[in-house]
């Protein structure tokens, strides 16, 4: 996966740019701080922070690296460790509240969970893709089953990062929910289910429901589309509601592909949005 690099006034407005551009959320992402911001007289900013990232890898490390992971940390460690970004590998960090529906579905998925037992050392390896999707799946089966719902479940893989599993069936729109905050939960639940039975920390899962996240892609497109025409008409920009990394990112590639548009993106997450700014005339 290639890396991107991106700047901004502080370390966390040049990561959001890198996560606009990569189209993930931070969990999904790794970066490298390349350059601290510097301040100069009267509290100027004298140079930007400067940052690149990439999606997380997924593949494993050479072996001669992980003996000398183990030679360094000296034996083997207990679950409860924290990977480079300071997360938990347990996959607890930015997770969010499950209540309603989202609680219906974890508790369906705790009589699935493995008892497995693992040492630090395994729980340092790299899970294949086919193995993560392979729990997401048993994970939503279990789910759909607790709702009553008749659906079926299959593993599609995106690239060499990414694996996406598809629910498909009829009457799945409780599992969507308002804007897909439901099918939002489900995917964090079924990627903390993952985290725990495996130990994996790499790689990119994701869950739709129905079609819905292309569905959105689709429209979002649409959308962007109609405000780039009303922003080179009057000349005025248009800042869009509040949006994920991953929606975010389908409004940056519709604009670049529009002439007498761009776009640039502020605010701080979960309220970041993007602006769609008209190019000055020459």
């Known amino acids: 996966m290639e890396w991107v690099e991106t700047t901004g006034r502080t370390l966390e407005e040049a990561k959001d ?22 301040s100069g007289l009267f509290g100027r900013l004298r140079s930007e922070a400067r940052v690149r990232a990439r999606v997380r890898p997924t ?14 940390s000296g034996g083997a460690r207990r679950g409860g460790g924290r990977d480079q970004g300071g997360r938990d590998q347990g996959g607890s960090a930015d997770r969010p509240r499950a209540d309603g529906d ?18 630090g050392d395994e729980m ?35 690239d060499e990062d990414t694996v996406e599993v598809r629910v498909t069936g ?18 964090e639940l079924a990627r903390t289910v993952v985290q725990r039975q495996t130990g ?13 996240r292309q569905a959105r892609r689709e429209a979002l497109a649409r959308f962007t589309h109609e405000v780039a025409g009303k922003v080179v008409e009057s000349g ?28 640039t993106s502020e605010g701080e997450e979960p309220r970041r949005r993007v602006v769609i700014l008209p190019e000055p005339t020459i």
Not at 240 to 262: C, F, Q, W, Y
């Open 17 to 38: 740019a890198a996560l606009d551009q990569l189209g993930v959320d931070e969990q999904d992402a790794e970066f490298e701080v390349l350059e601290e911001p510097k």
């Open 59 to 72: 593949r494993p490390r050479p072996k001669d690296e992980r003996r000398d992971r183990r030679g360094r």
């Open 102 to 119: 989202g609680r219906r579905a974890e508790q369906a998925a705790r009589p699935r969970r493995e008892r497995t037992p693992r040492n």
């Open 124 to 158: 340092t390896e790299d899970v294949p893709l086919e193995r993560q999707a392979e729990v997401a799946k048993g994970f939503l089966e279990g789910l759909l089953a607790e709702f009553g719902q008749q659906a079926a479940v299959a593993v599609h893989p995106i």
């Open 170 to 187: 009829d009457d799945l729109g409780l599992l969507i929910g308002p804007k897909g905050q439901t099918l939002q939960a489900i995917q």
């Open 200 to 212: 994996a920390h790499n790689g990119r899962l994701i869950v739709d429901v129905a079609g819905y």
């Open 236 to 263: 005025q920009a248009v800042t869009l509601e509040p949006m994920t990394p991953a929606d975010r990112k389908v409004v940056h590639d519709t604009v670049n592909e529009i002439d007498g548009v761009s776009t």
